[in-house]
């Protein structure tokens, strides 16, 4: 038998691997062995089943989603052999040689002198594995979790007297959706009635929201739908029940929060219970009285994102049995419109982890102030080196490839980097560079971002020819996503954007999907589209000349045209970036009362508007609620001294006050102090931005 296939059966016995697992088919490869064990996960499982408490889980990311933390579990596994293990340096394959795969065979050697040791001789194992061990619980495999539970919840009993006649198959189909719905919201109601009511007296209330969630939006969304769902199928023979699937979609993606926190909201129970012997007691006792103490909270919990999952199979089977078109074709576009339901859940819930994971990559980068979720989703990690064009000479640096961006780091001790570049990959354009005869060599592999402008770009130089086509296809990727092949098509101008209300593809009327950067959006008639229906949308109903410029002011009493010039606000509420512009907007403008605002954008129907404040000069995105419309009213300086008060005449152009034609200030304050005080000096800046936000 070859080694590999050894190394995987010592691994099933350990209980690292299932009886059933790829690597045990026929036409398994080591590489299916390598790819199960890369990103270091199992063999920490493998430490902690040889000797508990070896590893700890909890230092390990579970479902690593960038290489660095795939790295990070590889190096554990190795530090513990060495601390725990008694293993020799020597013994040891390295990081890369696993992630990268580039020499599995010291894998392979490394485990089989681990089975070799004394605590791994001691330990005995059966030749079945339990499978409740199972560390990949993914978006999908979540949803298995509770699916025992759910059927036994929703099975619907036969009479045992009823005779075995030919049914109606259709009728079958309602009445399975109709029965399945109202035991459903039995549930739903009984997790109310029978354990949020009860524990209100034992929990504070940010526990009862990190458990029970949105639980009591859904129990009333689900109260209606049944209503509607009986009458219909009581009164009109189901023939609307297609329009209220239609009609419920969007009132349905109260899912989409549920689903990404029920696996904390089981986590935060599971701590609590532990911690308090009145709750577990509690929960017991209305675990017997919700069900006889059949099922827990933790197992009811689950229940809901099966719900929502299985409306889509229902409508399926019923448009298989349903004979007129007509209907058949409605259902049709209702069982669409529950299948992008699912999907726009999953992709919420795919999206909330990988917003989890950016926040926990953004707080190991020192001095990285912005949120990394303006760059979109994570394509890539890892290092290479990188060569500026200018400078030529080549550095050690660990990148993290973003949709819109690419951050070059540089590594500090431990796990921490410090942020050296961020290149923003809209100014760059890709070209790939063949090693030729260095093809055999370290660190030849290259390719080049080079500057739209002709003014510049980067080297980026890769370990091996595998590495540098991941990365390649992954930059291409980010640019196709950023700049898209039809973004320009029927006159429009697609960018990148965040919705922030629900919004559907012009095209195929299908929901955006996810929690950020769902889509792309006409930056002239504010047209949401999906990247693979820009092509198939309509002609853009904006004239190109207005691109980018002013489309509603202030909703008062504001009106001004764009021809002449821009509109001015006044500040009225200081505002110091806190809180910060929606991800998709940019940066923050610090205001001050008093100074004056020059409008770039600005949309009644949003609440944040991009303009340059005049006295600083800078550009950036602030609260509407911050600022009034200006009033170019003629101003003066009042100075009084010894009863006797003198005025001075202000007047105000190209974003400067002037008491006379030499004499110019940025601000009001500015001019008073110069004239008032002129004869002090001034130790303190009144105005000074840092001391402020400090």
Same mark, same amino acid.
């Given at each position: ?64 989603? +960038? ?86 919840? +929703? ?7 009823? *005779? ?28 109310? *009635? ?234 760059? *354009? ?46 291409? +990727? ?48 504010? +047209? ?167």
């Amino acid at each position: 038998m070859e080694l590999w296939r050894q190394c995987a059966g010592w691994l099933i016995q350990c209980r690292v691997l299932p009886e059933n697992h790829r690597v045990t088919w026929d036409n398994a490869q080591v590489c299916d062995l390598a790819h199960a064990l890369r990103d270091g996960v199992l063999l920490c499982q493998l430490l902690n089943n040889l000797l508990p408490q070896s590893v700890n889980l909890r230092q390990i990311n579970l479902r690593p989603q +960038m290489s660095q933390h795939s790295l990070k579990n590889i190096r554990t596994f190795l530090c513990a052999c060495q601390e725990k293990f008694g293993m020799k340096k020597n013994e040891l394959f390295e990081a890369f040689d696993l992630f990268d795969v580039r020499d599995f065979a010291k894998v392979i050697d490394t485990l089989s002198i681990l089975s070799q040791t004394p605590l791994a001789l001691q330990r005995g194992f059966r030749d079945t594995v339990e499978e409740d061990d199972d560390l990949y619980d993914c978006v999908e495999e979540d949803e298995n979790e509770g699916d025992d539970i759910y059927e036994d919840l +929703m099975r619907t009993e036969e009479p045992e007297t009823q *005779q075995k006649v030919e049914v109606d198959k259709r009728s079958c189909c309602l009445q399975e959706l109709r029965q399945t719905e109202e035991k459903y919201t039995n549930t739903l109601e009984s997790i109310l *009635q029978h354990f949020l009511k009860p524990l209100q007296p034992f929990l504070q209330p940010v526990d009862i929201e990190n458990i029970f969630i949105n639980i009591q939006d859904l129990a009333k969304t689900h109260r209606s739908l049944l209503h509607e769902l009986q009458e219909s199928m009581l009164h009109s023979r189901a023939e609307n029940l297609h329009q209220i699937f239609i009609d419920y979609k969007e009132r349905l993606l109260l899912y989409g929060r549920y689903c990404s926190q029920v696996e904390a909201a089981t986590k935060h129970l599971d701590k609590i219970t532990s911690m308090h012997e009145d709750v577990k007691m509690k929960l017991e006792e209305c675990s017997m009285r919700a069900n006889s103490g059949r099922f827990s909270l933790r197992d009811l919990l689950m229940v809901p994102m099966q719900r929502v999952l299985k409306y889509h199979l229902l409508l399926q089977e019923l448009v298989k049995h349903t004979v007129d078109q007509q209907e058949k074709e409605n259902l049709r576009t209702a069982l669409d419109a529950m299948r992008d339901l699912a999907q726009c859940v999953n992709e919420v819930k795919r999206d909330n982890e990988i917003i989890r994971q950016i926040t926990t990559f953004q707080l190991c980068i020192e001095n990285m102030s912005l949120s990394l979720a303006l760059y979109g989703r994570p394509k890539i990690d890892g290092e290479f080196k990188i060569c500026n064009l200018e400078k030529k000479s080549k550095q050690d640096r660990y990148g993290f490839l973003f949709d819109k961006a690419l951050l070059v780091c540089k590594k500090r001790s431990g796990e921490s980097l410090e942020l050296k570049e961020l290149i923003e990959l809209q100014h760059y *354009q890709l070209r790939d560079e063949p090693s030729g005869e260095k093809d055999s060599k370290k660190w030849t592999h290259t390719f080049l971002l080079m500057d739209l402008y002709g003014q510049g770009g980067y080297d980026l130089f890769f370990k091996t020819r595998e590495l540098k086509k991941k990365w390649l296809e992954q930059f291409e +990727m980010a640019l196709s996503n950023m700049c898209p092949e039809n973004s320009t098509a029927n006159g429009h101008d697609f960018q990148m954007h965040c919705f922030e209300d629900t919004t559907s593809c012009k095209a195929c009327r299908m929901l955006l999907r996810g929690i950020f950067f769902q889509g792309y959006r006409c930056s002239r008639c504010r +047209m949401a589209a999906h990247k693979e229906c820009l092509g198939r949308v309509p002609a853009c109903g904006r004239n190109s000349e207005l691109s980018g410029t002013l489309k509603k002011v202030c909703a008062s009493k504001l009106f001004m045209s764009l021809t002449f010039c821009l509109p001015k606000m006044e500040v009225c509420v200081d505002y110091y970036g806190l809180p910060p512009p929606p991800l998709e907007f940019g940066q923050p403008l610090l205001l001050s009362v008093g100074d004056t605002v020059e409008l770039t954008r600005a949309e009644v129907d949003l609440q944040w508007w991009e303009g340059r404040n005049l006295t600083i000069g800078e550009v950036g995105w602030f609260p509407c609620s911050k600022v009034h419309p200006f009033v170019d009213t003629p101003l003066c300086l009042c100075l009084r001294f010894s009863m006797d008060t003198r005025h001075i005449k202000v007047t105000y152009s190209e974003g400067l006050y002037r008491i006379n034609e030499k004499k110019t200030f940025k601000g009001l304050l500015v001019s008073v102090v110069n004239v008032s005080f002129k004869m002090l000096s001034l130790q303190f800046p009144f105005n000074s931005r840092e001391a402020k936000i400090n």
